[in-house]
């Protein structure tokens, strides 16, 4: 079942992890625009709307290796420093 989430795409446990917004997860549609919700107001913030946020994204990992969930992503034409340009958050 795990790995039928993760092909299809369907968010759970490790994606939301209490940063993620509605947008993040790509369900904005199901959050009203007409009445208030919990969190309806915070979601306007700045610092959400930042181009610059982390993103979830799809990986496919080139060769048998793989990679396991928490994984950091360092970009492989920049200095490995820090905590990367992200990190695995599910895989199969």
């Not at 009203?32 to 946020?53: A, H, I, N, Q, Y």
């Amino acid at each position: 079942m795990g790995a039928l989430r993760i092909e299809k795409g369907h968010i759970a446990g490790s994606e939301i992890e209490g940063r993620t917004t509605l947008k993040d997860l790509a369900l904005e549609g199901f959050a009203s625009s007409k009445k208030p919700f919990v969190g309806s107001v915070l979601r306007k913030r700045p610092v959400l709307e930042d181009p610059k946020r982390p993103s979830l994204v799809g990986l496919e990992i080139i060769g048998d290796r793989g990679a396991t969930a928490g994984s950091l992503l360092f970009a492989s034409n920049a200095p490995r420093k820090g905590h990367g340009e992200g990190w695995v958050s599910a895989t199969t």
